[in-house]
């Protein structure tokens, strides 16, 4: 009996086994589908990470942009006024020359010659008219007893007038020299910059062929004439009539400052095609940054606006209902707020309505933002760059 007993038993350990692996497979199965999975952020929402700013009162400065063309203040080509041979340069290219300072020196022999020629004519003729106002007085010695003619004296007084008319000449024909010979030395009449000369010396010149022999262009000061929307006449004339009216030349990227200087004229016509007006400035380019036909972007100051109340300009956002940016809330959700905004001025905006001092809002990731979206803070509020300031 205790033989079969053992056998049975041997028997049932195996199917033991597999029962109990069964139910272990299927309780780990059950706790497996049962778990739950990853619990969603806090409102079944997920944050979005935002670069913010505070809503800050500054001092602006308030800017109206145009493109311009500097220009030279002077520019003379320096022609030739005789013929003639050119004997020799008085200048070396791209040097400052001073007004009067000699450029060009012609062959001055002719003109020389020619001066001389007339000094003789005239005292040829003077000594005629000495000898004709001697005879002159002669036959009024002898008209009172008769023993000239009447018409011997005229005829001998409308010589005398005629020789001194003759001399008369004779010093226009001296003084005609003078002149073709003092053009033969040629100096710069302003005070500016050479450039590359036009003609060697050796050359034969000739004033009717219109050859220039070099370009100088006054540079210190320089001119600026640029344009600006016709829209903004009245602002301009506005701030002109409060003093003189500051521009800053800056390069064409935007990024260098090129000089100061100040609005002298607004151009009497505004261009109908483009809606544009014309201005002339005026910088002292003392450090010659500034040069003849270069294109420059100009920045007129019509108003310093104090205390303005400013977001950066990466703020504002635009639909098809208006202007508006994103305001973070005190539970890190944004509110669509709609804003008047008015001028620009280094990256910040001023806002005229809408937001309230001290009020953050965003400056990145809006193409993310949605109305009571939940957002992570970053505060990267720029800094106030030159010309700027919060009080």
Do not use: C
């Amino acid at each position: 009996m205790t033989k079969m007993m053992t056998n049975s038993t041997k028997l049932d350990n195996p199917r033991t086994v597999i029962i109990a692996a069964g139910l272990l497979l299927l309780v780990l199965g059950g706790l497996i589908i049962s778990r739950p999975s990853a619990a969603p952020a806090a409102g079944g929402k997920q944050a979005i990470a935002v670069d913010t700013a505070i809503v800050t009162k500054r001092d602006i400065p308030i800017y109206i942009s145009g493109l311009g063309t500097v220009q030279a203040l002077y520019t003379v080509t320096i022609s030739p006024r005789v013929d003639g041979e050119l004997m020799k340069l008085g200048f070396t290219e791209g040097q400052m020359v001073k007004a009067g300072d000699l450029l060009a020196q012609i062959d001055p022999r002719p003109y020389q010659a020619a001066l001389d020629q007339a000094v003789a004519n005239k005292a040829k003729d003077v000594a005629l008219l000495t000898n004709a106002k001697m005879d002159l007085e002669r036959y009024k010695d002898l008209a009172p007893e008769e023993f000239t003619s009447k018409q011997t004296l005229d005829t001998q007084r409308a010589l005398v007038a005629q020789t001194e008319a003759q001399i008369a000449s004779d010093q226009a024909q001296i003084d005609n020299a003078k002149t073709q010979l003092s053009y033969t030395t040629i100096r710069s009449p302003i005070a500016g910059r050479t450039g590359i000369r036009l003609v060697d010396p050796g050359n034969i010149l000739h004033t009717a062929n219109g050859t220039g022999i070099v370009v100088v262009t006054q540079v210190q000061p320089i001119s600026l004439v640029f344009t600006l929307p016709a829209e903004a006449l009245q602002q301009v004339n506005q701030a002109m009539s409060k003093g003189a009216l500051g521009v800053a030349a800056l390069s064409r990227d935007g990024k260098t400052a090129l000089g100061d200087g100040t609005i002298g004229v607004i151009d009497n016509l505004i261009d109908q095609t483009t809606g544009t007006m014309k201005l002339k400035a005026s910088f002292p380019n003392k450090e010659n940054r500034l040069w003849p036909g270069d294109f420059v972007n100009a920045k007129v100051l019509i108003e310093n606006r104090k205390g303005a109340l400013t977001i950066p300009s990466t703020a504002v956002q635009r639909n098809q209902q208006g202007v508006f940016t994103y305001v973070v809330k005190a539970d890190n959700t944004v509110d669509m707020r709609p804003i008047k905004i008015g001028a620009d001025a280094n990256d910040f905006t001023i806002v005229e309505s809408g937001l309230n001092e001290g009020e953050r809002v965003t400056i990145s990731n809006q193409y993310r933002l949605q109305p009571n979206a939940l957002v992570k803070v970053s505060d990267t509020t720029p800094k106030a760059p030159p010309g700027t300031k919060a009080p």
